[in-house]
């Protein structure tokens, strides 16, 4: 694998390339959080980001030193950031980026639990 190609697939696995599993209204969270993980370690990588019951999960990989040695404040420190941002859009449109609070739409056409506000909760259904 050369240089060029090992970035790449560093920066595939990082939030920009996964926004496109969120709605829009999510994705300044996810920007904030991906400058954030930039600054401490700029090869970061994401090993799962999805929408989940309302709600949004992330999952930052673990990262080790050049001795092979697990480091515990990457890991702490990365964690209470993807913590503080899935808290964050608990409260907030998945679509439009407003206040907005989890909701529940069944019917027989399906099923879905979204974070939306008032506006897009009508618009949607």
Do not use: N
Request: glycine fraction near 10%; proline fraction near 4%.
């Amino acid at each position: 694998m050369t240089a060029a190609s090992s970035r790449t697939t560093t920066f595939d696995q990082q939030i920009p390339d996964r926004l496109s599993v969120v709605g829009p209204g999510w994705h300044p969270l996810l920007m904030r959080l991906h400058e954030q993980l930039l600054a401490l370690a700029p090869d970061y990588r994401i090993e799962e980001l999805t929408p989940r019951l309302g709600g949004l999960r992330i999952y930052v990989a673990d990262r080790f030193d050049d001795d092979g040695e697990f480091d515990g404040t990457w890991a702490d420190t990365a964690g209470r950031l993807a913590e503080t941002v899935e808290l964050e859009a608990e409260k907030t449109c998945e679509a439009c980026g407003a206040v907005g609070r989890t909701r529940f739409h069944g019917d027989r056409h399906g099923t879905w639990i979204r974070t939306l506000c008032d506006q897009c909760k009508g618009a949607i259904g």
